[in-house]
T-cell receptor
Framework: AQSVTQLDSQVPVFEEAPVELRCNYS??????LFWYVQYPNQGLQLLLK??????LVKGINGFEAEFNKSQTSFHLRKPSVHISDTAEYFC?????????????FGAGTRLFVKA | KAGVTQTPRYLIKTRGQQVTLSCSPI?????VSWYQQTPGQGLQFLFE???????NKGNFPGRFSGRQFSNSRSEMNVSTLELGDSALYLC?????????????FGDGTRLSIL
């Protein structure tokens, strides 16, 4: 069965420090991988996506993620965070199921950037 | 291009009532998905519509239903509301619902059941 595990529910970090938000998934078929960000009282916005090709993908706001097929991971990183990066981050996996594509979201990681 | 629009933004209902939520996708997008977001369960997939047909469904009771109109606008209905239905309901659209297309989300409807 398809599943997504975000290993940290909360990550506190100081401003200008690096951060890594971890995501592991399980699926028996090829997958597409996404990271989304949600600010308070808003919907989700796409940060970046992995479809195929280079395993290192760059997204908006200085974020990047690396797809590791052998470890079934898709960790999100940023070398230097800002206060404005405080938000909830969701890892999502899409694969083909009977009837169509289905997307499963992780439980989310709340990033809290401190001054 | 206008984003995904969900109405209303906030809704308060009592147990046993029914509610209809509306979603207008980005122009040209034909796939609309609905999600329920709660602190305990996270984001859970409700259903996906494409060209007025329900193409995929999550594990929710039959009290949760939806439909899509010819202009791709979608509505979600919940009947016989329960306290546990209190949540943020998010709608997302994409051009065709292909797996390699990211979803574009609205800001959600926050439903509170008293």
């Amino acid at each position: 069965a398809q599943s997504v595990t975000q290993l940290d529910s909360q990550v506190p970090v100081f401003e200008e420090a690096p951060v890594e938000l971890r995501c592991n998934y399980s699926s028996s078929v090829s997958v597409y991988l996404f990271w989304y960000v949600q600010y308070p009282n808003q919907g989700l916005q796409l940060l970046l996506k992995y479809l195929s090709g280079s395993t290192l993908v760059k997204g908006i706001n200085g974020f990047e993620a690396e797809f590791n097929k052998s470890q079934t991971s898709f960790h999100l990183r940023k070398p230097s965070v800002h206060i404005s990066d405080t938000a909830e981050y969701f890892c999502a996996v899409t694969d083909w199921r009977a009837g169509g594509f289905k997307t499963i979201f992780g439980a989310g990681t709340r990033l809290f950037v401190k001054a | 291009k206008a984003g995904v629009t969900q109405t209303p933004r906030y809704l308060i209902k009592t147990r046993g009532q029914q509610v209809t939520l509306s979603c207008s996708p980005i122009s040209g997008h034909r796939s609309v998905s609905w999600y329920q977001q709660t602190p305990g369960q996270g984001l859970q997939f409700l259903f996906e519509y494409f060209s007025e047909t329900q193409r995929n469904k999550g594990n929710f009771p039959g009290r949760f239903s939806g439909r899509q109109f010819s202009n791709s606008r979608s509505e979600m209905n919940v009947s016989t509301l329960e306290l546990g239905d209190s949540a943020l309901y998010l709608c997302a659209s994409s051009p065709r619902g292909d797996g390699n297309q990211p979803q574009h989300f609205g800001d959600g409807t926050r439903l509170s059941i008293l």
